[in-house]
């Protein structure tokens, strides 16, 4: 029992010997983030970036909120919009899609800003919101 341990000490001494004898690996080479060009490169914050960036108010398309499938909670909905001072118009409920939808006006999306959309949201669990063209795609008749 004795002759194998020592057998298995002399293997281990060996074995270390024989990993030090080879090349330690290089790091891996990084390129430097200044070498690298295009438009990524320009890192911006979004309140820096401004109102097209962030959607606030952009060429033909207006903020849609709702979503909610039940009338009592669209009138809720209706009723805290209009507690914040924004401008609220009824879209016609699509027979396909069963929700109910308000059109913010332009000149007051700015007052639905990050915190008071996840106030709503908590409020109503299924609020969703969309920017989209505030002209239909089909002309009105």
Wanted: hydrophobic share 40%.
């Amino acid at each position: 029992m004795r002759w194998l341990f020592l057998l298995l000490l002399v293997l281990n001494v060996f074995y270390y010997v024989w990993h030090q004898q080879e090349a330690p690996l290089r790091a891996k080479d990084v390129t430097p983030l200044r070498l690298y060009s295009g438009s990524q490169q320009d890192i911006r914050l979004l309140s820096e970036a401004g109102d097209a960036a962030r959607g606030v108010k952009t060429d033909g398309q207006c903020l849609y909120v709702g979503g909610l499938s039940r009338p009592e909670t669209a009138q809720a909905l209706g009723l805290s919009l209009a507690e914040l001072g924004v401008k609220v118009q009824a879209v016609p409920k699509d027979l396909s899609s069963n929700a109910y939808w308000f059109r913010i006006t332009p000149e007051t999306q700015r007052l639905l800003g990050d915190v008071q959309m996840q106030n709503l949201s908590k409020e109503f669990n299924e609020l969703k919101h969309k920017i989209m063209l505030c002209e239909g795609v089909a002309p009105a008749e």
